[in-house]
T-cell receptor, first 113, second 110 residues
């Protein structure tokens, strides 16, 4: 049981390049999330998907797009990377309903130079 | 003001002591409260959750909730060096979406 799997683990991009972070979960969860974590800022929600076919903006969506490809997969795309997007990105999933635990992927450390 | 507030620390305690980690939240409608532990370079993992006012104990960990004061805490008894990590408070604001505080860094020194 892999849980939440993210790829890649590390990535260096040049300013203006694009890339897609992949996330897949095998727990049959309805809800999936993308967070970024910066020193001193905690986890900030970028986008989330309540269920297959729906996506919504979180706290810091600018510069990002997402796709909920199916129930298992939720990808995050940077169309034109900027140094301000240097961060650690976490994908997470949970079952819907009040008080359910979020399960996290191992994270992607992205550096934009 | 962030919706979920934590002191960033670091909180330094000696081995064997009680570590007390605190979290306040702004939305009175919040229903569910979670504590996650995050080791350096790793992803967060759930330690405790609490829904009702009062205390909830699980081994060396106790979560305390006071909804009237909008305050939730985590006590770690008999702290060990392996407890050294960042502790993230998360709140569900009437939905399933967790909102996280910035985390408190805990250092347990031998």
């Amino acid at each position: 049981n892999a849980g939440v799997t993210q790829t890649p683990k590390f990535q260096v991009l040049k300013t203006g390049q694009s890339m897609t972070l992949q996330c897949a979960q095998d727990m049959n969860h309805n809800s999936m999330y993308w967070y970024r974590q910066d020193p001193g800022m905690g986890l900030r929600l970028i986008y989330y998907s309540a269920s297959e076919g729906t996506t919504d903006k979180g706290e810091v969506p600018n510069g990002y797009n997402v796709s909920r490809l199916n129930k298992r997969e939720f990808s995050l795309r940077l169309e034109s990377a900027a140094p301000s997007q240097t961060s650690v990105y976490f994908c997470a999933s949970s079952q819907q309903g009040e008080g359910t635990e979020a399960f996290f992927g191992q994270g992607t450390r992205l550096t934009v130079v | 003001q962030k919706e979920v507030e934590q002191n960033s620390g670091p909180l330094s305690v000696p081995e064997g002591a009680i570590a007390s980690l605190n979290c306040t939240y702004s939305d009175r409608g919040s229903q569910s409260f979670f504590w996650y532990r995050q080791y350096s370079g790793k992803s967060p993992e759930l330690i405790m959750f609490i829904y009702s006012n009062g205390d909830k104990e699980d081994g060396r960990f106790t979560a305390q909730l006071n909804k009237a004061s909008q305050y939730v805490s985590l006590l770690i008894r008999d702290s060990q060096p392996s407890d050294s990590a960042t502790y993230l408070c998360a709140v569900h604001r009437g939905s399933y979406i967790p909102t996280f505080g910035r985390g408190t860094s805990l250092i347990v020194h031998p």
